[in-house]
C-alpha cells in the first residue's frame, strides 16, 4: 500500500533527523537515551526508522536535543520520490563533525573568515 511506504518513509527522515540533530551536538546514543530514560538501542530503532515515535515522545527528543520539532520534519514532503536520501550531504559524518566544530568557534571574526574561506574554496573546485 502507497501510504504505509509513505509513512515508513516519513519515519525515517524523523529518524534521520534526530542522528543529524544527535551527532551536531556530539551526543552519543547513550547520553541521549540517558536525558530520555530510555535504551540506546530504542534510540537507534527511532533513528533508522525501525520504530514509530509517539508525539509525546519526539516532544521529549526535540527538548533533549534543544531543537523545536519542526526540525525534525524539514525537507518532508508527500511526495515519496521527494523525501530526502539518507546519502543527503548532512548525513555525511565529516560535514557534521564540520558544523559540530564551527559552532565552538566563540569568535564573530574566526567564524566569519572561516566561512570566507570555505566559500572561496567551494567557488574554486567548481570553476
Known amino acids: 500500500m502507497q501510504s504505509s511506504r509513505v509513512a515508513q518513509k516519513a519515519d525515517e ?3 534521520s533527523r534526530i ?3 544527535r551527532s551536531m551536538l556530539g551526543l552519543t546514543q547513550e547520553q541521549l537515551a540517558d536525558s530520555l ?3 540506546y538501542q530504542q534510540i537507534q530503532k527511532y533513528e533508522t526508522g ?3 515515535i509517539s508525539a509525546g515522545r519526539l516532544f521529549q527528543i526535540a527538548w533533549a536535543l534543544d531543537t523545536a520539532i519542526g526540525f525534525f520534519f524539514e525537507g518532508l514532503t508527500a511526495n515519496d520520490a521527494e523525501l530526502p536520501r539518507p546519502s543527503d550531504h548532512l548525513d555525511n559524518r565529516l560535514a557534521l563533525e564540520l558544523v ?5 568557534i566563540e569568535s564573530d571574526s574566526i567564524r566569519a573568515a572561516l566561512l570566507d574561506l570555505l ?3 567551494s567557488d ?3 570553476a
Open 19 to 21: 542522528r543529524q540533530r
Open 37 to 39: 530514560g530510555i535504551s
Open 124 to 126: 574554486r573546485r567548481a
Open 13 to 15: 527522515h524523523v529518524g
Open 119 to 121: 566559500k572561496s574554496l
Open 100 to 104: 559540530s566544530s564551527f559552532g565552538g
Open 50 to 52: 525501525a520504530n514509530r
